[in-house]
């Protein structure tokens, strides 16, 4: 999609988003706090009516929210955000505290009940942590209680945090089969260029496939929050892949959520080509499982994969790089390396060297026992 052929789409169809039973929603730092990063109690008090109103008509709402590190900064007086990692977590202790008792205080003005759950990676890369998750979610919901959803930046790391809210947003909605993803920043939606520093930037209505132009667009059309519009779209990339649409719009309007249940034409809508949702175990393989180690097909091999809905047997491997487990998620190459696929792998790195290329009659005689016939079976396999 051509910068052009984005304009052309500003205009889309009324989508009805009225039968959508499970949403999560989004929020940004920037909608929470003023300038000076202190909670606004005026914004804060603006999502929770909208949220309770959305649960008025039915709706099982999960809130993802920014605002921790926000709130500390302006509780602790500081005069920026922080960059040491650990003056970042003991911000966000400080102000975590803050920003689940603000929103207790009003969602307790409806008789609204919220639930605090923080997380780390883990929750997703873990598999068992993964179904925990969910099902701690699902029972809180079925309760009729609001999940407050945020990032553990009082116990994450570099190496272990999931980068930004949007990101999480899309995880959380593909784990729990949301029907859709709101997420509200500070400008309303994506545009062709920087709107605040072009008066020919023109908003893009409804996207339906992510480009490269797309991905360029969102690099360089303006900074928000913490990731900006560029973790937008790789929380749009997610959410599309899944069959969620999600909608990005300025959470500072009014009835902003209602607006967009009932199908006004607001934000930039992410559109995605098919209905049909994945599973638990297809998105834990596809997003949230980490590969550890890959395994080398022939063309033969993917011709039937991806044809035939086959299962990776042995002989159409040709190698295999790093090690790994009996159970572990691995990534399926192509000859020339390109990755084409994510499976869990019923055999060892150090079996399948010992079995690539031969026929699943001989695994018995080649490794003492034949656990399985297939190395990945067909329904522990997705494709990207």
Known sequence: MTTEAAVKSTEREVVDFS??????????????????????????????????????????????????????????????????????QATAAVGQNILMSTYDRYFANYDQIIAQVLLTHEAFFNRQRYLNLRNTLVTLLK???????????????????????????????????????????????????????????????????????????????????????????????????????????????ENILIRIIEGERVGTLFMPKTTRKMNGREHWILFASSPKGRIKVDDGAKTALIKNSSSLLPSGIIGVEKEFRSGDTVSIVDPKGVEFAKGISNYSSSDIEKIKGMQSKDIEHILGRKDYTEVVYRGNLVFL
């Open 19 to 88: 039968k959508a039973k499970r949403i999560v929603i989004k929020v940004g730092t920037s909608n929470l706090t003023d300038k000076n990063y202190r909670l606004e109690p005026r914004k804060v008090e603006k999502l929770a009516t909208e949220i309770v109103e959305l649960k008025k008509r039915g709706k099982e709402v999960i809130l993802v929210t920014s605002g921790a590190i926000g709130a500390g900064i302006g509780k602790l007086d500081l005069k920026r955000r922080p960059r040491d990692i650990k003056v970042l």
């Open 143 to 253: 309760s009729g209680i609001i999940p407050i959803i945020n990032e553990n930046d009082t116990v994450a790391v570099d190496e272990i945090k999931l980068g930004d809210n949007d990101n999480l947003s899309a995880l959380v909605a593909s784990n729990l089969d949301a029907d859709l993803l709101i997420i509200l920043s500070d400008v309303d939606g994506l545009f062709t260029s920087n709107p605040k520093r072009s008066k020919k930037a023109e908003l893009i209505s409804v996207v339906d496939e992510i480009t490269p132009e797309i991905e360029r667009i969102a690099e360089t059309g303006g900074k928000t929050g913490v990731g900006g519009m560029k973790t937008k779209i790789q929380a749009a990339k997610v959410t599309m892949k899944a069959g969620i649409p999600l909608v990005i719009a300025n959470g500072s309007e």
